[in-house]
């Protein structure tokens, strides 16, 4: 869940063109075209307002053409859009702080996921051998259990979990699963796969997405006084993912 400071410019781009799209300013080229809107032209850009439950902050469809290659089973969009307005995310928000926000969190974790094609860290699969360990495209674990525990922060209450990267924002080290079971009542700490929901082929209840935005949210500011989240090149002083903004 750290981004590191090489990784900025790639969000930064991705950022900047999520935004001109969400905006219905396409992919931020210039054109030759009329500017004057035409009286029977339908606008059809989204504007997030997603403090509603049924209002959608993503569709289907944009979701799809930005990500082709998105495990469309792990990564729902409607469990994205249930998450932004469970958590409040874009409460009190202008419509172009909402773009801004919905923005920033696709350019984050589409690159922590691989355009949202992996919903766990890969390690080294699939390259397995007796001192490394990874996982498969189900998220199913292999390799050295020992290996994995020594990085992430040992293997729980049971000794047999690892807590490597799951989810939107690859939800890494035990603290943090420790963290998120807290302030989401699910307990990933002591059953990190819950993550997973039902798992393959279908990850029924998965929390991908809640993850992700529960971290990026304000809902999680109480359980988390000493974070700072990098977005974009700008540190929050306010430790929420969501108000690292210039605009907010």
Not at 2 to 13: D, E, F, G, L, Y
Not at 112 to 119: A, N, R, V
Request: overall charge negative; glycine content about 10%.
């Amino acid at each position: 869940m750290k981004i590191q400071a090489h990784k900025r410019t790639i969000i930064s781009v991705a950022l900047f063109t999520f935004a001109m799209q969400l905006a219905g300013c396409g992919d931020g080229s210039s054109s030759s075209a009329s500017t004057t809107p035409s009286t029977t032209e339908k606008h059809t850009s989204l504007m997030p307002t997603s403090h509603l439950l049924d209002t959608p902050v993503l569709t289907q469809a944009q979701f799809d053409a930005w990500f082709p290659n998105a495990n469309k089973q792990a990564y729902n969009v409607q469990t994205l859009n249930q998450a932004f307005g469970k958590y409040n995310v874009n409460n009190n928000l202008s419509p172009i702080q909402a773009v801004y926000n919905l923005a920033a969190f696709l350019a984050n974790t589409a690159h922590e996921t691989g355009d949202f094609q992996y919903i766990t860290e890969i390690g080294a699969y699939p390259n397995i051998t007796s001192s490394n360990w990874g996982t498969d495209p189900n998220g199913n674990f292999q390799g050295n259990l020992s290996a994995c525990q020594a990085s992430y922060g040992g293997g729980g209450p049971s000794g047999k979990n690892c807590y490597y990267g799951r989810g939107a924002l690859q939800l890494s080290w035990a603290g943090n699963y420790q963290t998120y079971a807290s302030g989401s009542g699910v307990d990933v700490y002591n059953f990190p796969n819950l993550m997973l929901g039902t798992g393959a082929p279908l990850f029924t209840n998965n929390l991908f997405f809640d993850s992700g935005v529960w971290f990026w949210s304000d809902a999680s500011k109480p359980l988390t006084p000493s974070a700072s989240r990098p977005i974009d090149g700008f540190l929050s002083d306010i430790n929420t993912y969501a108000k690292t903004d210039p605009l907010g």
